[in-house]
């Protein structure tokens, strides 16, 4: 679902997963059998329609960094990946934080 999640919300990501990609890819996860696939298919429509957001999802400092201007600023970005960093950043202990409920 986290892959999904990315698939279906960054705008990094060219060919998105398609609802048959989502569904193959979860063959076999149910003890060795499938779930059943209007269960996927309403998963895979929730996500794509909701995206999954952390209740301390914020912007990170790298970020808020790299928008303000000034030579400081474009000296200290030079040769970074500022983008992966802020990736890093927000993917850390994610497995510790909470879905937020947009609904």
Excluded: C, W
Excluded at 9 to 24: D, I, S, W
Excluded at 49 to 70: C, F, Q, W, Y
Excluded at 74 to 88: C, F, H, K, P, T
Aim: no cysteine.
């Amino acid at each position: 679902m986290i892959l999904l999640n990315t698939d279906a919300h960054n705008p990094q990501v060219k060919k998105r997963m398609t609802k048959a990609e989502f569904t193959k890819n979860n063959r076999g996860i149910n003890d060795n059998g499938d779930l059943p696939e209007e269960f996927l298919s309403e998963i895979f429509d929730e996500i794509v329609t909701n995206e999954i957001r952390m209740k301390d999802e914020v912007e990170t400092p790298i970020l808020a960094a790299s928008a303000g201007s000034g030579l400081a600023n474009a000296l200290a970005s030079v040769g970074r990946d500022l983008q992966r960093e802020a990736y890093v950043m927000q993917s850390h202990g994610m497995a510790t934080k909470t879905e937020v409920d947009t609904r």
